[in-house]
């Protein structure tokens, strides 16, 4: 059983740039679901996908996006980068929508310069 | 409008000793809780939950309580390695619709002191 996998580790941007994050699902997984963590603080949920389709969002700005692939391996993209992006981005898991437990990759560090 | 609170940013407790994290909620609506532990540059790793219709649950070293009228938890860890040095995370739930999503407490860091 294969776990949830990201890619980039680590990614250094300039302001106003663009960026896609990638994420490869548990094997078994529907859901996905993408978290902000910023330093000091607890992840903040961004969205959740569910067979293809966006099934709940945090309160992020639309600059922030993402999709689902029938694979279920999901991609986050972030638009016109602000300073304030800067965090580790986590990608969870889980085996069906409205469950309770998730698995997390081991994030994305992305820094905004 | 911080749902679920850690008030402790950091612990020191001595290996062999017990370990006790405390986690406070102010939404009735969540119905389940989780703790995460986190090392540096990985992922949160699940570590043990608890249901709302129960007040204890126990796994191993690692035991939570949660006392529903007080809208607290706790992990309790006995006894304590320094391999348990790292973020403990608490975090909560409610199902909404088809559509659950974690909220999180900033995390305490743990320093388990051989």
């Known amino acids: 059983e294969t776990g949830v996998t990201q890619s980039p580790t680590h990614l250094i941007k300039t302001r106003g740039q663009q960026v896609t994050l990638r994420c490869s699902s548990q094997?078994?997984?529907?859901?996905v679901s993408w978290y902000q963590q910023a330093l000091g603080q607890g992840p903040q949920f961004i969205f959740q996908?569910?067979?293809?389709?966006?099934?709940g969002r945090g309160n992020f700005p639309p600059r922030f996006s993402g999709l689902q692939f029938p694979n279920y391996s999901s991609e986050l993209n972030v638009n016109a980068l602000e300073l304030d992006d800067s965090a580790l981005y986590l990608c969870?898991?889980?085996?069906?929508?409205?469950?309770?437990?998730?698995?997390f990759g081991q994030g994305t560090r992305l820094t905004v310069v | 409008d911080q749902q679920v609170k850690q008030n402790s940013p950091s612990l020191s407790v001595q290996e062999g000793r017990i370990s006790i994290l405390n986690c406070d909620y102010t939404?009735?609506?969540?119905?389940?809780f989780l703790w995460y532990k986190k090392y540096p540059a990985e992922g949160p790793t699940f570590l043990i939950s608890?249901?709302?219709i129960k007040d204890k649950n126990e796994d191993g070293r690692f035991t939570v309580f949660l006392n529903k009228s007080a809208k607290h938890l706790s992990l309790h860890i006995v006894p304590s390695q320094p391999g348990d040095s790292a973020v403990y995370f608490c975090?909560?739930?409610?199902?909404?619709?088809?559509?659950?999503?974690?909220?999180w407490g900033l995390g305490t860091s743990l320093a388990v002191n051989p």
């Open positions: 094997s078994g997984h529907n859901t």
């Open positions: 969870a898991s889980s085996p069906q929508t409205g469950g309770n437990r998730a698995f």
């Open positions: 996908y569910y067979r293809e389709e966006e099934n």
């Open positions: 939404n009735s609506m969540f119905d389940y």
């Open positions: 608890i249901s709302s």
């Open positions: 975090a909560a739930s409610a199902k909404a619709g088809n559509n659950r999503k974690l909220i």
